[in-house]
C-alpha cells in the first residue's frame, strides 16, 4: 500500500471517530462538573431556641437627698431620714447587714448675681447618701421598692431608682440552650431540603449572642440585649449551621 493510500486511510477513521470522541469527552467533563456542583451544595439555617425564666436576684438603690442652707440642719434632716429608712427596711424583713450604706456627699449650689454669673455666696447646701440592698428573695425587694412611694409621702427625701432584676444560672443554661437551638436548625434545613436523606453532615456551625429579654417582648441587639429591668424574662439562643446536601 503507498503511502498516499496509507494517509487517506488514516484520516477517514480519524474522521469518523472524532465525533464519538467529542461527544464522550463531553459527556465525561459535563458529568464531573454535575459532581463538583453537587458536592458544593449546601445549606444554611438559623436555630432558635428559648426559655422563659425569672429572676433570682433582685438589687435596689435609693438615695436620701436634703437640701438647706445650713449645712448642720442639712445634715440632721439626713440622719433623721436615714434612721426612718432603715426602719422602714427592718419593717420588710431587711437585716442591717444586707443593706450598704454609701459615703455622704456634700455639694454646693451658689447664687447667681443680676446678669446670671455665679457668685461666692452659697445658696444652699445638698447633703446625699445611697442606700442599696440586694437580695435573693425578687419579691421582698419589689415589694419594698414599691413602698418609695408611702415613704416620699410621709416626708422622707428619697430619690429612688427602680429595682435591678438579675439572673444568676444563665451560664448553666447555655449548653441546653445551644442544643435545643442547634436541634431546630436541623430540622428547619431538613425541611428545606425535602427530607432527612437529602440532609447531609454538618459543614459549620457558630454561636450567636445571647438575649435576655422580658417576657412577651420582641426587643433584640446585636451585642446581645440583657435586660435588667422586668422580673419575668425570657433567654433566647440562636445558631447558624450550615450542611451539606447529599444526591440523590
Do not use: C
Not at 71 to 95: K, S, V, W
Amino acid at each position: 500500500m503507498s503511502t498516499a493510500r496509507i494517509n487517506l486511510f488514516w484520516l477517514i477513521i480519524f474522521t469518523l471517530t472524532l465525533p464519538i470522541a467529542v461527544v464522550f469527552s463531553t459527556h465525561l467533563a459535563r458529568k464531573s462538573f454535575e459532581r463538583v456542583k453537587m458536592d458544593a451544595q449546601t445549606v444554611t439555617v438559623k436555630g432558635y431556641a428559648e426559655l422563659p425564666i425569672t429572676s433570682d436576684r433582685a438589687e435596689w438603690s435609693t438615695k436620701i437627698v436634703e437640701r438647706n442652707g445650713d449645712l448642720a440642719e442639712a445634715y440632721a434632716a439626713l440622719e433623721r431620714d436615714r434612721r426612718a429608712l432603715i426602719q422602714y427596711l427592718d419593717e420588710q424583713g431587711f437585716d442591717s447587714d444586707v443593706v450598704t450604706l454609701g459615703p455622704v456627699g456634700i455639694s454646693e449650689l451658689r447664687r447667681r448675681d443680676t446678669k446670671g454669673n455665679y457668685t461666692n455666696d452659697i445658696e444652699v447646701y445638698v447633703v446625699s447618701q445611697r442606700f442599696t440592698i440586694a437580695s435573693d428573695d425578687v419579691q421582698r425587694i419589689a415589694q419594698a421598692a414599691r413602698g418609695a412611694g408611702d415613704l416620699i409621702r410621709g416626708g422622707i427625701n428619697l430619690d429612688s431608682d427602680a429595682p435591678t432584676y438579675l439572673y444568676t444560672k444563665l451560664d448553666e443554661k447555655k449548653l441546653e440552650m445551644l442544643q435545643q437551638a442547634t436541634d431546630n436548625a436541623r430540622e428547619r434545613a431538613v425541611r428545606l431540603v425535602g427530607g432527612d436523606p437529602r440532609l447531609g453532615p454538618l459543614r459549620s456551625a457558630s454561636q450567636g449572642v445571647f438575649q435576655i429579654t422580658p417576657a412577651f417582648s420582641n426587643e433584640v441587639s446585636g451585642g446581645g440585649y440583657n435586660d435588667t429591668s422586668s422580673l419575668d424574662k425570657v433567654i433566647k439562643a440562636v445558631v447558624t449551621v450550615e450542611y451539606a446536601i447529599n444526591e440523590q
